[in-house]
Every structure is written in structure tokens, then in C-alpha cells.
């Protein structure tokens, strides 16, 4: 006769598994931007900025993409203590931004649309990597892309990692496994 959920086939998935829960991946210092529906980290290394990359598209996400001012705001004051790993201490993180302001290539490597930016008014690079000034850098708040942070050692910052909440990762794997139940049916 087989059990409940043999017998229910693909509806088994949401009904005899709602507790499935994918988590925050561990060994981060996850913060959440409350209300907005994502969590935050900073890398585990020191790196370049692909280095960085990697490693959040390792766990599953990506480096930040920020999409107004509130955020960019909230990201700069909770990531105010990051330094560079060198003597210099500068306040900066790696963001998800990507390309150049001068042939109009800035993308997220996320896939988001690029609708929002605070570049410097001061010394701005047009680099191919971004980084997020903190909230105890001079030009706090603003974003630059020095290529000195991308190729020096000394000069290397961590990256900003997002990840949406554990619940929308939850029903994204629910509805993964729901898909593979009908394919097998």
C-alpha cells in the first residue's frame, strides 16, 4: 500500500517536508538587513576582487549588489571596522559591481540591473572592480575602483557577500524538489 507520501506523489514535497531548511552558510558572521529580505557577510580572505567573488559564489551567493541609498547606507555603517589587510587600514569592501563608467559596462555580476549608484566626487577611478567605502573612510559612503586594491597584497580588502534570507532559500529548494518528484512520476 506504501506510506502517505509515496501515495501523494509530487504533493508530498510541501506537505510531509516543510521543515526542510537550507540555513545561512556557516563559518560567516551573517547580518541581517532587517526587513529587506537579505543577509550580509564579509568574506572569509583577504583577496582580490575575483578571489572574493569566488568565494561567495562558492557558498552559494554573490558579492553585494546595492540598490539604493538605504542599503548602501546600512552596508557602509555595518561594514565601518573593514579594513584592507596592509598597514594603510583603508575602509573598503569589495562589492559586486563590475565594468567601466567611461564605456557604460557597469553591470552586477548578480545579474540585477544597475539603476543606482554613488560613485566619488573625489580621485574616482574608473576601474573594472568596485569597492564600498565604510563609514570611517574620508569618502565614506561613496564607491571607487583604485586597481592598486585589486593587484597589491598589501592593499587587498574582503568582500561584502549577500545572500537572500533562509526562507526564500528554503522555498526555492522546495520548489526544486517538487520539479524532480513530477520529472520522476
Known sequence: MGTFCQRLGAVCVLICMPTVSLGLPSGYNWMEHEGKGKWYALTQNFGPWQACEDEAVGIGAHLANINNQDENDWLAETFKETNTQGPTDNNIAWIGLRG???DSSLYWVCGDPVDYTT???????????????????????????????NTDPNEYPKGI??????????LLALGGLMLIRKRRA
Do not use: C, K, M, Q
Open 119 to 149: 560613485f566619488t566626487p573625489v580621485r574616482l577611478s574608473d576601474g573594472e572592480y568596485w569597492y564600498l567605502h565604510g563609514n570611517n573612510h574620508t569618502e565614506a559612503r561613496y564607491w571607487n575602483s583604485n586597481p592598486v586594491h
Open 100 to 102: 567601466f563608467i567611461s
Open 161 to 170: 557577500i549577500e545572500i537572500p534570507e533562509p526562507a526564500t532559500l528554503s
